[in-house]
Nanobody, 114 residues
């Protein structure tokens, strides 16, 4: 069965960096687009970034120029490099196998304090 396991979250200060990882198993990783989403307390789930199987990336306006999504087909892993973090980036970040029946990871907390 499909499993997505996120790691790399934590607590940092404004302008610091974190790299999130999502290790995937149970499906042919290189055939799928993957995405990162986030949900802040009291807010709706929002798209952060997606990457296609052909490595085309798409970003939310709020993270463009600061976050980079990438994938490693050899490791079945998708990454989210987050630079110049802001307090408004504080949220639980989820990895998603894109598609109408795509699976979700359990989430990893990112907290940015000023």
């Amino acid at each position: 069965h499909v499993q997505l396991v996120e790691s790399g979250g934590g607590s940092v200060h404004t302008a610091e960096s974190l790299r999130l990882s999502c290790a995937a198993s149970g499906f042919f990783f290189s055939n799928y687009a993957m995405g990162w989403y986030r949900q802040a307390p009291g807010e709706q789930l929002e798209l952060v970034a997606t990457i296609t199987s052909g490595s085309f990336a798409n970003y939310a306006e709020s993270v463009k120029g600061r976050f980079t999504i990438s994938g490693d087909n050899a490791k079945n892993t998708v990454y989210l490099q987050m630079n110049r973090l802001k307090p408004e980036d504080t949220a639980v970040y989820y990895c998603h196998q894109e598609g109408p029946r795509g699976s979700w990871g359990q989430g990893t907390q990112v907290t940015v304090s000023s």
